[in-house]
C-alpha cells in the first residue's frame, strides 16, 4: 500500500508541475512562428485569422478543467486512503514508543537493543514515506 499511495501522490504532484509548465509558458505556446501559411491567414486569403486573444483563453480555459481534474483525483485518494493511513499512523507510533521504552531497559551491547534500534528505524521510514510525498505535493498545491 506504501508504494501505490506515494505513487498516487507522485501523479498529482507531477501532473500539478505539468500544469504550472504550462500555465508560465502560455504565451509562449500560442504564439505561432510566422510561417507562409500563418502569413496568408493574416492577409486575409483564406478568411480565417488567427485570434491570439482566444487562443490563449481556450488554452486557460483547458488548463482550469486540467486543475480541477487533479483537484478531484486527490481528493478521492483522500477519501479513500486517509482512514487506513491515520490507523498505520497511529499503530506505527504506539510501536515506536514500546520499542523505545524496550530500549531503554536493554543493554546497548545486546542483540535486543540492535534488533529494536531497526525495527524503529523501519517504523519510522514507514511513517516518512507518507510525510515526504505528502509534503511534496503540499509544495506543488501551494504555488497556486
Request: aromatic share 14%.
Amino acid at each position: 500500500m506504501h508504494t501505490m499511495v506515494s505513487g498516487l501522490l507522485c501523479h498529482a504532484a507531477g501532473q500539478l508541475k505539468v500544469l504550472k509548465y504550462t500555465l508560465m509558458n502560455l504565451d509562449a505556446r500560442e504564439n505561432p512562428a510566422p510561417t507562409k501559411q500563418y502569413l496568408g491567414e493574416l492577409d486575409g486569403d483564406t478568411g480565417d485569422e488567427y485570434d491570439a486573444g482566444e487562443a490563449v483563453y481556450r488554452k486557460i480555459s483547458e488548463c482550469v478543467q486540467h486543475y480541477d481534474s487533479i483537484f478531484e483525483f486527490v481528493n478521492r485518494v483522500e477519501d479513500t486512503f486517509s482512514f487506513v493511513i491515520f490507523s498505520q499512523f497511529l499503530a506505527s507510533t504506539i510501536v515506536i514508543c514500546i520499542s523505545c521504552l524496550q530500549m531503554s531497559k536493554e543493554s546497548m551491547t545486546s542483540i535486543s537493543f540492535f534488533n529494536s534500534t531497526l525495527f524503529c528505524i523501519a517504523m519510522l521510514n514507514e511513517i516518512f514515506v507518507f510525510c515526504y510525498y505528502g509534503t511534496i505535493l503540499f509544495e506543488d498545491v501551494s504555488i497556486f
